[in-house]
């Protein structure tokens, strides 16, 4: 409980600091972070902590490693690459007592966006296929299956605001005939806002239907992030909240916490 408490501590702390510390002068590189679909390479590490998981009051940490890479295909689009590979730590969630960790399944993400806004007013969109990669190295951290579907993404930005969705929908089509069938949507609607420090408030939330189960996971986040300089190296970096407004039995309830750290590489 007391390492629960000082997580979430850290998190709220930089939430609050932030925005005091010394920035890196770009805002429009802030607004193009708040867009998933951007042209700009970028290597997130996202770390999520959450706790009370099941029966048996399991925790679990889940770090993402997403590396984002755009590739011009014409003088108007582009093809924007997503890679989320999980790095998972549990405890008391497969059973009472069980500690697992290693590397989960691989969601792949693929969007062909134009490279410009479609309106005046910043519509952004893209679409392409999603992956789901069966490379968790324990039964326990993946779903053991081989998965695919569509996904889309839409957005508008206007002024310092980034108001869009991010949705797929993933089928499996192999994999351990032993394990359930995956079928689940999934809807990120979010709200970012960038200030003048290059300082940006994001409120989303990553919720997921599982058809299979008939069930919602939805985790509301609450994240500030800002944009930095180190030597020549422009990151972004983050904390904040998330509470879980509604969960399966075996998922987590009340407060977790988000850390983030992004390495930008803007074109030269």
């Known amino acids: 409980m007391k390492k629960k408490i000082l997580l979430y501590i850290a998190a709220l702390g930089m939430a609050i600091l932030l925005p005091q510390v010394a920035l890196a002068e770009d805002r429009d590189l802030s607004k193009e972070l708040a867009n998933p679909i951007a042209d700009l390479i970028n290597v997130v590490i996202e770390a999520d902590y959450d706790d009370d998981i099941g029966d048996d009051n399991g925790s679990q940490w889940i770090t993402n490693l997403e590396p984002t890479i ?106 351990n005939n032993s394990s359930t069938d995956v079928s689940e949507t999934s809807m990120e609607p979010g709200v970012a806002y960038v200030t003048q420090s290059e300082t940006t408030f994001t409120l989303n939330t990553e919720s997921t239907y599982d058809w299979k189960a008939k069930s919602w996971s ?23 909240v998330r509470y879980w407004a509604a969960s399966p039995d075996s998922g987590p309830e009340g407060l977790g916490a988000r850390l983030s750290i992004v390495f930008v590489f803007p074109a030269k």
């Open 70 to 175: 755009p590739f011009s295909i014409s003088e108007n689009w582009n093809v924007i690459s997503r890679t989320s590979i999980p790095i998972i730590t549990q405890d008391d969630i497969s059973s009472d007592g069980a500690e697992e960790s290693g590397i989960g399944d691989i969601f792949q993400h693929l969007f062909i966006s134009p490279k410009k806004p479609i309106t005046s007013h910043g519509l952004i969109w893209g679409a392409g296929p999603v992956l789901l990669l069966n490379t968790a190295s324990n039964d326990a951290l993946g779903a053991n299956k081989w998965g695919a579907g569509p996904g889309a993404a839409a957005l508008i930005q206007e002024g310092p605001w980034t108001i869009g969705i991010l949705t797929s929908h993933i089928w499996s089509f192999a994999g």
């Open 218 to 240: 939805v985790p509301i986040i609450f994240k500030v992030e800002q944009l930095l300089k180190v030597g020549r190296q422009i990151i972004q970096v983050g904390g904040g």
